[in-house]
């Protein structure tokens, strides 16, 4: 049974930074996509950083293009994103998601795989 952990949410002040972990367990498929969407109160789940393990391809959300970068570790089937700049906008529920036909989609209805979730909160 696949299982996603996150860890490293918080809260910070705009300007501050936060790195958030995402390891699987249980993964035996050869390739993923792993990486983070986020949820704020009353808005829909968007994709904020994906990333494909085998071309290390990668998507962001215009809106944190420049700020967050997305990694992987494919031995540890882990993705990292560190987060700069934060911005009081950036406050949401994160979520790591993984899709095992490394398949990088933006709809989260794709993706198989879900962590329970590790809230962000950028104070202003």
């Known amino acids: 049974q696949v299982q996603l952990v996150e860890s490293g949410g918080g809260s910070v002040q705009g300007g501050g930074s936060l790195r958030l972990s995402c390891a699987a367990s249980?993964?035996?498929?050869?390739?993923?996509?792993m990486g983070w969407f986020r949820q704020a109160p009353g808005k829909e789940r968007e994709a904020v950083a994906l990333i494909n393990s085998r071309s290390g391809n990668s998507y962001y959300a215009d809106s944190v293009k420049g700020r967050f970068t997305i990694s992987r570790d494919n031995a540890k089937i882990a993705v990292y994103l560190q987060m700069l700049s934060l911005k009081p906008e950036d406050t949401a529920m994160y979520y790591c998601?993984?899709?095992?036909?490394?398949?990088?989609?933006?709809?989260?209805?794709?993706?198989?795989?879900w962590g329970q979730g590790t809230q962000v909160t950028v104070s202003s």
């Open positions: 998601a993984a899709e095992q036909r490394g398949l990088c989609f933006l709809d989260a209805d794709k993706y198989n795989y």
């Open positions: 249980g993964y035996t498929y050869s390739s993923y996509c």
